[in-house]
T-cell receptor, first 115, second 110 residues
Framework: DGGITQSPKYLFRKEGQNVTLSCEQNLNHDAMYWYRQDPGQGLRLIYYSQIVNDFQKGDIAEGYSVSREKKESFPLTVTSAQKNPTAFYLC??????????????FGPGTRLTVT | GQSLEQPSEVTAVEGAIVQINCTYQTSGFYGLSWYQQHDGGAPTFLSYNALDGLEETGRFSSFLSRSDSYGYLLLQELQMKDSASYFCAVLTDSNYQLIWGAGTKLIIKP
């Protein structure tokens, strides 16, 4: 079955520690995205990548970093510089061909709690 | 700035019809998408309108008026499983990013 996997589902960290969230897709999609969702709010874009070895900052990139060394993988690191890291993190992918780029497929999410 | 407005909460009765509105103000516009998200889950794609008019997919329909910067999602024959949050999202010409509304929580009563 094709899809997107994120691990772990729940993650607990102490303040000051960096943490890396995993995202893998086997949909053969070129574009991948990381979003943050806070309670009762919409999705805010952290980073996105339209092709391997290339990525761009979204609206709230400060305190986060990503890499895109393989088409299937787009890990997100939440650094100690991120002031309010506790949130629900969603990874998504979409085909790049015109007419379908609006169709984003999401992983199950990682709920990160930092204390 | 860019913004999308949708009601925070809508309540309806099982079997009824409900409309969730979305108005947008963005610097570029390719189309309007709708996504459904159940509590604790991930958003799933429902529909996309690039042109004015109504698109129907089963019990769900979506409408767009580009001149009014307005769209809506229409859900018919409501079922309890339709209880979820519904997000509108605009596909902009800024590197094909989706700009998301804050979501509408749909509460369905028996």
């Amino acid at each position: 079955d094709g899809g997107i996997t994120q691990s772990p589902k729940y993650l607990f960290r102490k303040e000051g520690q960096n943490v890396t969230l995993s995202c893998e897709q086997n949909l053969n999609h070129d574009a991948m995205y990381w979003y943050r969702q806070d309670p009762g709010q919409g999705l805010r874009l952290i980073y996105y990548s339209q092709i391997v070895n290339d990525f761009q900052k979204g609206d709230i990139a400060e305190g986060y970093s990503v890499s895109r060394e393989k088409k299937e993988s787009f890990p997100l690191t939440v650094t100690s510089a991120q002031k309010n890291p506790t949130a629900f993190y969603l990874c998504a992918s979409s085909p790049r061909e015109s007419g379908r780029i609006h169709e984003q497929y999401f992983g199950p999410g990682t709920r990160l709690t930092v204390t | 700035g860019q913004s999308l407005e949708q009601p925070s909460e809508v309540t309806a009765v099982e079997g009824a019809i409900v409309q969730i509105n979305c108005t947008y103000q963005t610097s570029g516009f390719y189309g309007l998408s709708w996504y459904q998200q159940h509590d604790g889950g991930a958003p799933t794609f429902l529909s996309y309108n690039a042109l004015d008019g109504l698109e129907e997919t089963g019990r769900f329909s979506s409408f767009l008026s580009r001149s009014d910067s307005y769209g809506y999602l229409l859900l018919q024959e409501l079922q309890m499983k339709d209880s979820a949050s519904y997000f509108c999202a605009v596909l902009t010409d800024s590197n094909y990013q989706l700009i998301w509304g804050a979501g509408t929580k749909l509460i369905i009563k028996p």
